[in-house]
């Protein structure tokens, strides 16, 4: 079969046949996806919320405010309530400090400011290193399988299990109210544990950490905005 | 030709990664796990046949001088479906894969099997060849990331073999890419050779 030939009209329509055909079907599909990407992102979100605060009753989407915080970013605040009253909120952070660019995480604060839970929302971390921070603030929850196999390794390969930390690690940020404890990492003179190999990760982490919690409990009273909370947190709430 | 060996030859005679080092980019990049390489790999293929069906289809009508724009057009318009398709439906690993999916674009695996194969043969060919390639693209992948994965983290599949701490981190990285890209190779090129 004979190809066209390359003259310059038969080379400008067959381009421009080409894209309008290419464009046509890419548009017809953007509507067809737009839908399902936004509610999967819609999704996410209510997930991350969920899994950071406790129960609640309410819809914190639709309760959703902005603060904007001393360095200038914005920070969506999620209030999560129960019969009519303020639980917790799950802050939407950010840091501009991280290894691979932001960090955005989903932090649930107590009205006090201890830090409930939280999760990672996005992130351009090294793989492997970086991305531990979505487990490694936590307490160790199934720890014990773990360490029974961890302790046949540890003979097989003749390496003595690494004293001190045990129990109680440094690493968890949960339960703890980083008005009370300095959320730095250890190398920086802090008290949390950074990921091993991934300070700068673990700096960032910490960092959006610090925002969400300086701003939201400097800002707000959980509920709408304004009063300025002075109680001290009492350890029996920091401890649940 | 012979539709079983066009579609085999993808495998191992002409594989994508191993044999014409086509594709590094993606290939590097993404096999930190196993994984992230099956998802890039089938996401790929897609792109590969549907690039192949639609190039032997309009072969004829494309000046010679403009044919690969016209390619490249045809290329990205199905990456960026599959694209928004990921996007929509598993945004779990479009966030894993997100910044190497539009890269699938400038893959040289799929311009490569465009104008190589695609413009000089018919659909049912280039349909078989596309699906080959990038399954064989897929199990290079899949086995580079494996390697890499186990190796790094002791982790296959996401499922736990060895506790992580005698992972050796420099597997996950880029580094440990090429070192386990480079001794794949060597391996492959020693059974060949047999």
Redesign the interface.
Known sequence: MGKSASTLPAMVLTLLIITAVAGTSLGFIYKLTQTPIAEAAVLKQQEAIRMVVPEFDNDPASEMYELTSEEGFTLKVFPAKKDGQCIAAAIESVSNRGFGGEVKIMVGLQPNGTIIDYQILEHKETPGLGTKMVDWFKPVAAGAEEKSRNAFFDKLFGIKAAEGDGGENGQSILGKNPGQINMTVKQDGGDVDAITAATITSRAFLHAVAVAYTTFTHNTDCESGATKIEEAPTREGAEQ | MNQWKNFSKGFFKENAVFTLLLGMCPTLGVT??AINGLGMGLATTFVLIMANLVVSL?K???????RI??FI??I??FV??VE??M???V?ALF?ALG?FIPLIVVNCVVLGRAEAFASKNNVGSSIIDGAGMGLGFTMALVMLGSIRELL??GFLFGLPV??E??GM?VF??APGAFIALGYLIAIINRFKRA
């Not at chain 2, 004829?60 to 403009?66: E, H, L, T």
């Open positions: 930190s796990s309009v004829d009508f494309i000046p010679d001088k403009v724009p016209a057009v045809i990205a318009t960026t479906i928004m398709v996007q929509a439906y945004p966030d910044l790094g983290s060895y506790p701490e005698y981190l996950v990285l």
